[in-house]
C-alpha cells in the first residue's frame, strides 16, 4: 500500500576509500557511477570488469549496486563479485546497524538475512595490492540475458610468480552466488602455470553437486559450461597479473 522512494537520501548514494584502505560504495550508487568511475577502476577493477555483462545501457543507468546485491539472483554479476572479494554488506534498522560477510549474506535464490524492516546501506570491498589480476567472463543465450554459468576471478601474485591469494566467484551454478574453495585452496602458494586454465576451471566445479537444470541446460552442461568459464577468466586475470 506504500511505495517508499529512495532517491533523496543523498547518504546512500556516495563511494569513497576509507581509512583502512577499503573501498565503501553506498547501496543507492548506480551501475553507470561504477562504469565511468576513476575510483572504481583503480581500488575495485573486478567491479569494472563485470560492469560490461551488467544487462542493458537503459538499466545500468537506473539500476543501483544495492539493488543487485539485495535482490540476490545467483545468475548476477555483483553477488559473484562480491563473494570472490570477501566484501561486506552494511545494513541499518530502527534496531541499529550491522555488518554482514558476503558469504553469508546470499541464503537462497532471492534470499538475504535482511529483517523486513532492515535496508542494505552499503558494501565495503578490500583494495587488492602489488601484482594483481581480474576478470569476469560469463556464457549467456544474448548479451543482457542472465548467464548460463558465469566467473568473476581475482589473483595476486608475489615477486616470484607465486599465487599470493586468489578467489573465484561463481555465478549460475547454484540457488547463491558460489565461492570455489577447493580451487583457491590448491592454487594458493603454487607457482603459476603449475596448473592449467582447464585444471582450474575442473577444480572450481568441486562440489558442486546441486547445480539447477532449467530450459537452458541440464546441470552437467551447466557444470560444463563453468569449468571453461572459469578457465577464461583465470587465464585473463593470471596473465593481467604477471604483467604487472
Not at 29 to 38: F, K
Not at 142 to 165: P, Q, T
Not at 169 to 189: D, F, I, Q, Y
Request: proline share 5%; with cysteine.
Amino acid at each position: 500500500t506504500l511505495l517508499v522512494d529512495l532517491n533523496k537520501l543523498r547518504e546512500l548514494d556516495r563511494l569513497h576509500v576509507t581509512g583502512d584502505g577499503g573501498l565503501r560504495i553506498g547501496a543507492m550508487v548506480r551501475h553507470s557511477q561504477l562504469e565511468h568511475s576513476d575510483v572504481i577502476a583503480g581500488y575495485a577493477p573486478l567491479i569494472a570488469e563485470a560492469m560490461p555483462l551488467v544487462a542493458h545501457p537503459q538499466i545500468r543507468n537506473r539500476g543501483t549496486l544495492g539493488g543487485s546485491i539485495a535482490h540476490a539472483d545467483p545468475a548476477a554479476e555483483y553477488p559473484a563479485v562480491a563473494v570472490a572479494l570477501d566484501a561486506e554488506m552494511e545494513t541499518l534498522s530502527p534496531t541499529g546497524g550491522r555488518t554482514i560477510a558476503a558469504t553469508e549474506f546470499f541464503t537462497g535464490v532471492w534470499e538475504t538475512p535482511l529483517a523486513s524492516d532492515e535496508i542494505l546501506t552499503a558494501v565495503r570491498f578490500p583494495v587488492w595490492s602489488g601484482r594483481r589480476g581480474f576478470a569476469v567472463e560469463e556464457f549467456a543465450r544474448r548479451h543482457g540475458d542472465f548467464a548460463i554459468a558465469g566467473a568473476a576471478v581475482a589473483v595476486e601474485l608475489d615477486g616470484d610468480d607465486r599465487i599470493r591469494r586468489c578467489g573465484i566467484g561463481l555465478l549460475g551454478l547454484g540457488s547463491t552466488p558460489r565461492r570455489a574453495t577447493a580451487a583457491e585452496s590448491e592454487l594458493t602458494g603454487r607457482r603459476l602455470g603449475e596448473l592449467t586454465p582447464e585444471d582450474v576451471g575442473e577444480l572450481s566445479m568441486t562440489g558442486l553437486d546441486d547445480v539447477p537444470a532449467d530450459l537452458s541446460g541440464s546441470a552437467d552442461y551447466r557444470r560444463r559450461v563453468g569449468a571453461a568459464i572459469v578457465a577464461q577468466a583465470w587465464l585473463a586475470a593470471t596473465k593481467e597479473a604477471a604483467d604487472a
